[in-house]
């Protein structure tokens, strides 16, 4: 039953996705705008019923209502509500804002999938090696960008530093919009070597964290998504019968 009730929890996530997308869509909204109107009431009816049944079922409610999961439930939900009780036509633009944050749901589909807690404990545990390395990148951009306005100044576009770092941004991480450019030979053999180190840097997070989610897998971490009803402690290996932080038994209804 709990697996079904997750599935069902998947499809109107995603199913909820789809219809604020097809209300962005002029044409669409105005055919189908009652049926996108009431769907979305119903799904937001039963995204407050478990809501509410999470809240009162789990012993410490806080932890949960504060937690990551708890505070994306509450702002998936909530928006629709108060769209509904703010009127008056100069808040239109605020309504629509309001309704656009039921987007968030989609952030409630990586609980049900327990793959997910393998790649978020494996980017916890690289989180220190990552910060280290993009306060590199930044000094770099920094650097480089500071060189380019002392080298092609104004008159290449190069207006001011931070322009100039803007620029140092876009040439590393390969993306290059063309809205400025160096003209000068010197200038120019710099961005080539900033294009050339950008290809380098693209690569070292993603060798960080898989090397971390190759490191999990060989110690056979095998992580599921059982929720313990006492602490409310979401990380347990797949064949755990007790929770690991509390003690208390994960299935007492078996046992029943």
Same mark, same amino acid.
Request: glycine share 6%; with cysteine.
């Given at each position: 039953?709990?697996k079904?009730?997750?599935?069902?929890?998947?499809?109107?996530?995603?199913?909820?996705? &789809?219809? %604020?997308?097809?209300?962005?869509?002029?044409?669409?909204?105005?055919?189908?705008?009652?049926?996108?109107?009431?769907?979305?009431? &119903?799904i937001?009816?039963?995204?407050?019923?478990?809501?509410?049944?999470r809240?009162?079922?789990?012993?410490?409610?806080?932890?949960?209502?504060?937690?990551?999961?708890?505070?994306?439930? +509450?702002?998936?939900?909530?928006?629709?509500?108060?769209?509904?009780?703010?009127?008056?036509?100069?808040?239109?633009?605020?309504?629509?804002?309001?309704?656009?944050?039921?987007?968030?749901?989609?952030?409630? %589909?990586?609980?049900?999938?327990?793959?997910?807690?393998?790649?978020?404990?494996?980017?916890?545990?690289?989180? %220190?090696?990552?910060?280290?390395?993009? +306060?590199?990148?930044?000094i770099?951009? &920094?650097?480089?960008g500071?060189?380019?306005?002392?080298?092609?100044?104004?008159?290449?576009? +190069?207006?001011?530093?931070?322009?100039?770092?803007?620029w140092?941004?876009?040439t590393?991480?390969?993306?290059?919009?063309?809205?400025?450019?160096?003209?000068?030979?010197?200038?120019q053999?710099?961005?080539?070597?900033?294009?050339?180190?950008?290809?380098?840097?693209?690569?070292?997070?993603?060798?960080?964290?898989?090397?971390?989610?190759?490191?999990?897998?060989?110690d056979?971490?095998?992580?599921?998504?059982?929720?313990?009803?006492n602490?409310?402690?979401?990380?347990?290996?797949?064949?755990?019968?007790?929770?690991?932080?509390?003690?208390?038994?994960?299935?007492?209804?078996?046992?029943?």
């Amino acid at each position: 039953m709990g697996k079904m009730f997750d599935i069902l929890l998947l499809i109107l996530i995603l199913f909820s996705i &789809i219809l %604020v997308m097809l209300e962005s869509v002029k044409e669409i909204d105005k055919v189908y705008h009652d049926i996108l109107y009431y769907g979305e009431w &119903i799904i937001t009816i039963f995204f407050t019923v478990e809501y509410i049944a999470r809240v009162i079922t789990v012993k410490k409610p806080s932890k949960y209502i504060f937690s990551f999961y708890g505070i994306i439930d +509450f702002v998936s939900t909530v928006p629709l509500y108060l769209s509904f009780f703010i009127v008056g036509s100069q808040t239109l633009v605020t309504v629509r804002a309001l309704r656009l944050l039921r987007v968030f749901r989609i952030l409630k %589909v990586t609980r049900y999938i327990g793959e997910s807690n393998k790649l978020i404990t494996a980017l916890k545990h690289s989180k %220190v090696k990552i910060f280290v390395f993009l +306060f590199a990148v930044l000094i770099i951009a &920094i650097i480089s960008g500071t060189l380019m306005y002392l080298i092609e100044g104004e008159e290449s576009g +190069f207006d001011n530093i931070p322009v100039s770092v803007y620029w140092s941004i876009v040439t590393l991480t390969t993306v290059g919009y063309g809205d400025i450019a160096p003209i000068t030979p010197f200038g120019q053999l710099i961005a080539s070597f900033i294009m050339i180190l950008g290809y380098g840097i693209i690569a070292v997070p993603t060798g960080i964290v898989s090397a971390e989610y190759t490191r999990n897998i060989g110690d056979k971490v095998q992580l599921n998504t059982q929720v313990c009803n006492n602490c409310h402690e979401k990380i347990h290996n797949d064949k755990a019968k007790y929770c690991h932080h509390c003690g208390i038994d994960l299935h007492p209804e078996i046992e029943q």
